[in-house]
C-alpha cells in the first residue's frame, strides 16, 4: 500500500493524559498535512510542512499541540493535557508540491475520556 | 480567508439519476477546485480537480464545471450508484497550501 498511513487508528485515552500520532506520508511527497474533523464537520486545517520546516500553523493549534517532521519523512503530532473537546478524527495528508491537492490518510481517531 | 458554501447539504436521488453539488467561494484569488469524496469512517479521497484556465473536466462518470466570474464550481455525477453514497467536499485555494473545507454535501443514492 502506497497510501498515506496512520497510527495508530484509534486512541482512547483519559483526560489529562499526553498522546501522539503518526503519520507516514506517500514516498517522496515533500509535503505534510495536518487537519483535525470533528463529527458533522469539514476537516479543519491545523499545520503543514515542507520537508522538515513547518511553515504554517493555525490558531486551532494551541501551546499543548505540537507537530514535528524531524527528517522531511514521517510525522508526529503531539497533544499535551488532552481535553475532551480535543476529540476528533485528526488527519494526515501529503502532496508532492504546492499547488496539487493533498491525499489523506485514513486518520486517527482520539476519543477523550 | 476562503468562505466556502456547499448546496445543497443533503441530496438523494435513485439509483441511475444524476447528482449536482454546487460550491461558491468568496476569494477571487482561488484558482484551484479540487472535490473530495469522504466514506463514513475513511479520510476523504480526491476525486477530481480543476484548475482556473479550464471550464470543464470529465473523468468516466464525474465532471466538474466552474464559473470564475460567478466564483462557482459544480460536481456532476451521472448514472449515480450506491457506491456513491458519501459526503463531497469541495476546498478551492490559491496554492493548495492549506485547504478550507465547508461542512460538505451529504448524498444518499437509493436502490
Known amino acids: 500500500d502506497t497510501g498515506v498511513s496512520q497510527n495508530p487508528r484509534h486512541k482512547i485515552t483519559k483526560r489529562g493524559q499526553n498522546v501522539t500520532f503518526r503519520c507516514d506520508p506517500i514516498?517522496?511527497?515533500?509535503?505534510l498535512y495536518w487537519y483535525r474533523q470533528t463529527l458533522g464537520q469539514g476537516p479543519e486545517f491545523l499545520t503543514y510542512?515542507?520537508?522538515?520546516?513547518?511553515?504554517?500553523k493555525s490558531r486551532l493549534l494551541s501551546d499543548r499541540f505540537s507537530a514535528e517532521r524531524p527528517k522531511g519523512s514521517f510525522s508526529t503530532l503531539e497533544i499535551q493535557r488532552t481535553e475532551q473537546g480535543d476529540s476528533a478524527m485528526y488527519l494526515c495528508?501529503?502532496?508532492?508540491?504546492?499547488?496539487?491537492?493533498?491525499?489523506f490518510g485514513p486518520g486517527t481517531r482520539l476519543t477523550v475520556l | 480567508g476562503e468562505n466556502v458554501e456547499q448546496h445543497p447539504s443533503t441530496l438523494s436521488v435513485q439509483e441511475g439519476d444524476s447528482a449536482v453539488i454546487k460550491c461558491t467561494y468568496s476569494?477571487?484569488?482561488?484558482?484551484?477546485f479540487p472535490w473530495y469524496k469522504q466514506e463514513l469512517g475513511k479520510g476523504p479521497q480526491l476525486i477530481i480537480d480543476?484548475?482556473?484556465?479550464?471550464g470543464e473536466k470529465k473523468d468516466q462518470r464525474i465532471a466538474v464545471t466552474l464559473n470564475k466570474t460567478a466564483k462557482h464550481f459544480s460536481l456532476h455525477i451521472t448514472e449515480t450508484q450506491p457506491e456513491d453514497s458519501a459526503v463531497y467536499f469541495c476546498?478551492?485555494?490559491?496554492?493548495?497550501?492549506?485547504?478550507?473545507f465547508g461542512t460538505g454535501t451529504r448524498l444518499q443514492v437509493t436502490l
Open positions: 476569494d477571487s484569488a482561488s484558482n484551484y
Open positions: 495528508a501529503s502532496s508532492f508540491s504546492e499547488g496539487l491537492a493533498p491525499f
Open positions: 476546498p478551492p485555494t490559491g496554492t493548495a497550501s492549506k485547504l478550507t
Open positions: 510542512f515542507q520537508n522538515e520546516a513547518q511553515l504554517e
Open positions: 514516498s517522496e511527497h515533500n509535503r
Open positions: 480543476i484548475r482556473s484556465n479550464v
